[in-house]
């Protein structure tokens, strides 16, 4: 959903706007004109080109509002500082994106993600971890909240207290700032979030709100008797109802209601008001110019409200954030955006596109891999794949298995009806497939949120516990464990040869378990997330070179998808064709490459699978095939047959 600020009349206005408030701009600027005129100079042509987009926009939200040609005055005079301030290497990459901006799609990206502290105790640790990314073949790192927040509970530092602060226990914004420069001279990308939907309660903002001062006050929402919440609230859905009820939460030292959408000391902003919509682009700009490459946008679908809605995916959350798009194209255009959207389906597409976010996680694809684990049937996977993993041009899809977050089996009602599945009934089940309370369930996972009025729940668990590997080591059955590995291998092989970029959540490369120690923190003893969000296990990590231990079976096994991917140039960013294999348990699609074509397989099934040779060349592949990753030449005129959860590249052999 393009906002039209193409109209003739809004495009003439626009241009007589900047006309009007270019002159001033050119007298605060005038000494950086004279001195560095190239400079200035592409700044004017940048914002010629994006201004009439922006200011479309920015029209449509805020041109109601009496002060609004002050605001966008103070916004130009915001992207003009930034891209003065902006380091030459940046300004160097901002050309050099510009001049290639799909290089995101290359073959070669492998993304990681880490908390800093957990994964090598501080960001000095993480500089001296950037061997081991090399090895994993990282092109992109994404450190969770880094930024200093408040003391004990903090949401997994989501609970942002200054956005150019460092948090003390992990370094400081120097030695961040060299980070993101050491990791892009070693090839990759510093991925950063800009949470940027609410502040902690000890921001300076929530603070002089706190204090009574209106100005301040809004920036948040805050309401001084029940009547607006309550008026909110029909239509609302609560996200972390364990931690309060309702989406408010009242603060007796102000006697006012605050909206909190997630924890109670993080505040939502209000971006009705045009000063918090340029404060955090001066946030963002200011991020951009740390160095840092990819912006995650966290819970994008909650920043605009709107009475009588239930305040998700609004068409104002996504002009905000095109208007966002646009400020970057002006003053940090080297930056992409990644949208953490995990909502229907239909909603998460909406976020993606070139003047948008470029990139966004797939949490329908992370949530069917898990889903079909369970039932062993890859209908609804399938028939999801195939209707929705296209996307426009210019984007890509993240793909993952296991984040920070509980895993929402945010899969289609309607998808799952047109193949007889009941999504209520079925979710329930998933549940109870995943914290191991279904009989023969093989995971070990934990229910989050469990809401006894919508009996909706969420899952937590690592990758490896939820895969079956911690119920089989503590039974000490050597079957199941060699079963749980493969389920972890399988799933990974989806994600890294499926297209878009595939994003490891690091620790599931060496099959780390669940950690239940968070029950002895109170900080953390309320919210299961954290049992997936141990400390890096020096073990495990030692063990990763030998293949006869777990982690190094895992690790392996990985490592070697990893490679093979890298070496197929033709798993390219674009959407292969999903294809019935004629099993209901094996999951399948070609690419076409230059090579010839790739058949992928994956057998979700703990048995044996046969794939008849009709199927095999009904798509038209000649035959012999090879398949890439065992090596097997795998076809001689007889159907084909896959082992339990293996998963196969079949290309013709040339
Ligand atoms: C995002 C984060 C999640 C956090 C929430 C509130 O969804 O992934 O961890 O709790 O935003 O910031
Ligand atoms: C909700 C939000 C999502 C967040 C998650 C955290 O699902 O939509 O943004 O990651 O809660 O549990």
Not at 141 to 150: A, N, W
Not at 446 to 472: H, M, V, W, Y
Not at 546 to 563: N, R, S
């Amino acid at each position: 959903m393009v906002v039209s600020t193409g109209k003739p009349n809004i495009t003439l206005e626009a241009q007589r706007t900047l006309d009007r408030l270019l002159p001033r701009l050119e007298v605060e600027f005038a000494a950086v004109a004279k001195r560095q005129p190239k400079l200035w100079a592409q700044f004017l042509s940048r914002l010629n080109a994006h201004f009439p987009r922006l200011f479309g926009i920015l029209l449509h939200l805020y041109g109601g509002q009496y002060d609004f040609f002050y605001h966008v005055e103070s916004l130009l005079s915001i992207m003009a500082k930034s891209w003065v301030s902006r380091e030459k290497s940046l300004k160097a990459l901002d050309k050099a994106r510009e001049g290639q901006p799909t290089w995101f799609q290359d073959h070669k990206m492998v993304g990681g993600v880490c908390y800093t502290d957990l994964f090598a105790d501080d960001l000095a640790g993480i500089q001296r971890k950037i061997p081991y990314f090399k090895e994993l073949g990282l092109t992109y790192l994404h450190l969770m909240p880094l930024f200093q927040s408040p003391d004990g509970e903090n949401d997994g530092g989501y609970a942002i207290s200054s956005y150019r602060e460092v948090d003390p226990q992990l370094g400081t914004m120097e030695e961040l700032r060299s980070l993101a420069d050491e990791l892009r001279s070693e090839g990759i990308s510093l991925v950063l979030d800009f949470v940027f939907n609410h502040t902690s309660n000890e921001h300076t903002w929530a603070l002089k709100a706190r204090d009574g001062d209106l100005h301040y006050q809004n920036y948040y929402r805050m309401y001084s008797d029940r009547v607006m919440p309550d008026a909110y609230e029909l239509h609302l859905r609560e996200i972390f109802p364990d931690e309060h009820p309702g989406v408010f939460t009242y603060f007796e030292d102000i006697d006012q209601w605050v909206w909190t959408t997630f924890h109670s000391n993080q505040w939502d902003l209000n971006y009705a008001n045009p000063e918090v919509f340029n404060q955090m682009a001066n946030e963002m700009l200011f991020l951009a110019n740390q160095g840092v490459e990819v912006l995650r946008l966290d819970a994008v679908a909650f920043i605009w409200k709107a009475l009588g809605t239930n305040c998700e995916n609004l068409p104002e959350a996504h002009m905000i954030i095109q208007a966002f798009n646009a400020i970057t194209r002006i003053a940090a255009p080297a930056l992409l955006f990644k949208s953490e959207a995990i909502v229907h389906p239909d909603e998460v597409a909406k976020y993606i596109q070139q003047q948008e976010c470029q990139l966004s996680y797939n949490p329908l694809l992370m949530a069917l891999l898990w889903n079909t684990l369970a039932t062993r049937q890859v209908n609804l996977l399938h028939y999801s794949m195939a209707n929705r993993f296209a996307i426009p041009e210019g984007c890509a899809w993240v793909n993952y298995v296991r984040c920070h977050d509980d895993i929402g089996w945010t899969f289609s009602d309607e998808d799952a009806a047109a193949l007889g599945i009941n999504a209520f009934d079925h979710r329930q089940f998933l549940n109870a497939f995943y914290s191991g309370t279904f009989e023969g369930s093989f995971a070990r996972g934990l229910t989050f949120q469990e809401n006894p009025k919508t009996q909706d729940a969420r899952i937590s668990g690592t990758c490896a516990s939820l895969a079956g590997l911690e119920k089989a080591i503590k039974e000490e059955t050597e079957v199941e464990v060699d079963l749980a590995i493969k389920r972890i291998l399988l799933i990974h092989n989806v994600i890294l040869s499926i297209g878009g970029i595939p994003l490891i959540y690091l620790g599931d490369e060496v099959g780390t378990l669940n950690d239940y120690t968070y029950r002895q923190d109170p900080a953390k003893s309320d919210d299961s997330r954290w049992v997936h969000r141990p400390t890096a296990d020096k073990l495990r990590y030692a063990q990763r070179e030998d293949g006869e231990t777990v982690p190094g079976k895992i690790f392996h096994g990985l490592k070697h998808l990893l490679q093979l991917r890298i070496e197929t140039p033709d798993i390219s960013n674009e959407q292969p064709d999903f294809v019935g294999t004629g099993n209901p348990h094996v999951f399948g699609y070609l690419r076409s490459g230059v090579e010839g074509d790739i058949l992928f397989l994956n057998n979700f099934s703990d048995e044996t699978q046969v794939i008849s040779k009709n199927v095999i060349r009904l798509r038209g592949l000649a035959l012999p095939l090879v398949d890439l990753v065992e090596g097997d030449e795998y076809i001689k005129d007889r159907d084909l047959v896959l082992g339990p959860y293996q998963y196969v590249w079949l290309q013709t052999k040339s």
